[in-house]
């Protein structure tokens, strides 16, 4: 079965994480991945065009829009416009913004992944009695 957006969302972020571009000053190269992660992301559990929108199509999207709470929406955009402004116009973050630009991907995935399914416990079989023993 394929994996769920969320799990591998959080697989791609640890790597991320690993990869150390803050410690290199690659933030470029930081926020282009940062930034595909959460878009594939969405794209994987929301069903719409993440990855391949533009910031200003993807925050116009009826579906995210009807989906997330006004104020996560705020972040998330707040989120990709940094992330645009670094990948495009050249604006370099302290490397304390882009570590709680990462801890929000992972509280976004936190917060919108679908809740577990609980299935009910089967209910037991009826018990069969047993056959009366005949007595002579």
Excluded: C, M, N
């Amino acid at each position: 079965p394929p994996v769920p957006p969320w799990e591998l969302a959080f697989q791609r972020l640890d790597i991320l994480k690993g990869e150390r571009h803050l410690d290199f000053g690659r933030f470029k190269q930081y926020y282009f991945e940062l930034s595909l992660i959460i878009r594939g992301y969405i794209e994987g559990r929301y069903e719409t065009l993440a990855v391949e929108s533009t910031t200003y199509e993807l925050e116009d999207d009826k579906k995210l829009k009807a989906e997330l709470p006004q104020a996560l929406h705020d972040s998330l955009f707040g989120f990709f416009e940094r992330s645009d402004l670094v990948k495009f116009a050249k604006s370099i973050p302290t490397s304390k913004d882009a570590e709680a630009d990462l801890a929000f991907a992972y509280d976004f995935v936190v917060q919108t992944k679908p809740a577990p399914v609980i299935e009910p416990a089967p209910e037991p079989a009826p018990e069969k009695a047993a056959p009366e023993e005949v007595k002579s």
